[in-house]
């Protein structure tokens, strides 16, 4: 592949329309403020906010805990299956118009069962709009189940225990919510449960929090993909072995710029991640509050870093290597891929 006779003119059109996966992506993080508004007209609920204009002027965050307040306030709209389908659906749009070809989804039941919103309500929506995103749009999908950090291991066990019943509708699990002071050793009993039943693994780690949360995701929940993982950069070893053994990062730029994990973009290290070999590759984690869907994280994070062609061509690589599917689908991608950047020139 001749990376260099495509221009850094044509690099936002090649940005645009090479198909990407996109592995960190929380629904509940995708329900934009109009959507919020009209589902609480429809479910009656009272919000704190008097326009859609005033929510999203209050997304203004310092850290991680700043945005979890207003996003777990936001889910608060959702009760019915019609609602977690409807949010999932405009979810799939945009993924759409993005070239996203695959996705792999987060949810976090207990954001919901918390208030009395059963697991089936959530989960048969949710996949409802996977299945037909898969008919429509031609988009595979997968949901995983993700454990809140703040709440206790108990709490988890418990939520994996109603999930059961719905297993054939998600492939694995996942650990989100506040990092600091909940180490991933923390949930190692449900972790070891999940994986007995066959259920893949994956954990946030190193977001705002040190290696050793990266170390202990990979040694003692056996996560197969580390989400966000951006603190690596500090531990040399961990480096050399997230290279070596290619563990996946899902990076999330526009989201560690809106978390203030970095000043700005143009300090992002997922350059530097890729460059040491490292299968990283972009992700938008919670786009209706962080400003910005896949390839508004793909456009930014390129100007501000410089990045060329042969980066593009990496990141999308590892975006369908690090995927929770058959090698064969894989390689089928990789043609894909192939063919998109011939037609550019490559
Ligand atoms: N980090 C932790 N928990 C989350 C995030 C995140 O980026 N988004 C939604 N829940
Ligand atoms: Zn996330």
């Given at each position: 592949m001749n990376f260099s006779a495509i221009s850094q003119a044509q690099l936002p059109a090649l940005l645009q329309a090479m198909p990407k996966t996109e592995l960190h992506i929380h629904i509940e993080g995708s329900l934009e403020p109009e959507l919020i508004f009209a589902l609480a007209k429809r479910n009656q609920v009272r919000l704190n906010y008097t326009s859609v204009e005033a929510l999203r002027s209050a997304y203004a965050f310092t850290d991680l805990q700043s945005f979890l307040d207003i996003y777990y306030a936001g889910a608060s709209v959702l009760q019915q299956p019609q609602d977690f389908y409807d949010m999932a659906w405009a979810y799939f749009l945009r993924a759409k118009a993005d070239n996203v070809v695959h996705a792999e989804i987060f949810f976090d039941p207990q954001t919901h069962t918390e208030r009395k919103v059963s697991m089936r309500t959530v989960i048969t929506g949710l996949h409802q709009a996977c299945v037909d995103a898969k008919e429509k749009l031609g988009i595979s999908s997968s949901l995983i189940l993700c454990f809140l950090r703040h709440l206790s291991e108990e709490a988890a066990m418990d939520t994996f225990d109603e999930a059961i019943a719905f297993k054939h509708l998600f492939i694995g699990v996942g650990l989100d919510s506040s990092e600091r002071g909940h180490p991933p050793e923390k949930f190692a009993r449900v972790f070891a449960r999940a994986r007995q039943l066959g259920l893949r693994s994956v954990a946030h780690a190193g977001e705002e929090g040190p290696p050793a949360y990266i170390w202990s995701a990979l040694d003692v929940l056996h996560a197969e993909r580390i989400d966000h993982g951006v603190q690596a950069i500090h531990d040399?070893?961990?480096?050399?072995?997230?290279?070596?053994?290619?563990?996946?990062?899902?990076?999330?730029?526009?989201?560690?710029?809106?978390?203030?994990?970095?000043?700005?973009?143009?300090?992002?290290?997922?350059?530097?991640?890729l460059d040491q070999g490292v299968c990283v590759m972009l992700n938008s984690d919670d786009p209706a509050y962080f400003g910005g869907y896949l390839n508004d994280n793909y456009l930014q994070t390129f100007a501000a870093l410089g990045l060329n062609a042969s980066h593009a061509y990496q990141l999308a690589r590892n975006s369908f290597e690090a995927a929770f599917v058959p090698d064969a689908q894989k390689h089928t991608w990789y043609t894909q891929l192939d063919e998109c950047f011939q037609q550019f020139g490559a």
């Amino acid at each position: 592949m001749n990376f260099s006779a495509i221009s850094q003119a044509q690099l936002p059109a090649l940005l645009q329309a090479m198909p990407k996966t996109e592995l960190h992506i929380h629904i509940e993080g995708s329900l934009e403020p109009e959507l919020i508004f009209a589902l609480a007209k429809r479910n009656q609920v009272r919000l704190n906010y008097t326009s859609v204009e005033a929510l999203r002027s209050a997304y203004a965050f310092t850290d991680l805990q700043s945005f979890l307040d207003i996003y777990y306030a936001g889910a608060s709209v959702l009760q019915q299956p019609q609602d977690f389908y409807d949010m999932a659906w405009a979810y799939f749009l945009r993924a759409k118009a993005d070239n996203v070809v695959h996705a792999e989804i987060f949810f976090d039941p207990q954001t919901h069962t918390e208030r009395k919103v059963s697991m089936r309500t959530v989960i048969t929506g949710l996949h409802q709009a996977c299945v037909d995103a898969k008919e429509k749009l031609g988009i595979s999908s997968s949901l995983i189940l993700c454990f809140l950090r703040h709440l206790s291991e108990e709490a988890a066990m418990d939520t994996f225990d109603e999930a059961i019943a719905f297993k054939h509708l998600f492939i694995g699990v996942g650990l989100d919510s506040s990092e600091r002071g909940h180490p991933p050793e923390k949930f190692a009993r449900v972790f070891a449960r999940a994986r007995q039943l066959g259920l893949r693994s994956v954990a946030h780690a190193g977001e705002e929090g040190p290696p050793a949360y990266i170390w202990s995701a990979l040694d003692v929940l056996h996560a197969e993909r580390i989400d966000h993982g951006v603190q690596a950069i500090h531990d040399a070893a961990l480096m050399q072995r997230l290279a070596n053994q290619r563990i996946p990062l899902t990076v999330c730029p526009l989201s560690n710029l809106k978390l203030c994990v970095f000043p700005d973009l143009a300090q992002h290290n997922v350059a530097q991640m890729l460059d040491q070999g490292v299968c990283v590759m972009l992700n938008s984690d919670d786009p209706a509050y962080f400003g910005g869907y896949l390839n508004d994280n793909y456009l930014q994070t390129f100007a501000a870093l410089g990045l060329n062609a042969s980066h593009a061509y990496q990141l999308a690589r590892n975006s369908f290597e690090a995927a929770f599917v058959p090698d064969a689908q894989k390689h089928t991608w990789y043609t894909q891929l192939d063919e998109c950047f011939q037609q550019f020139g490559a």
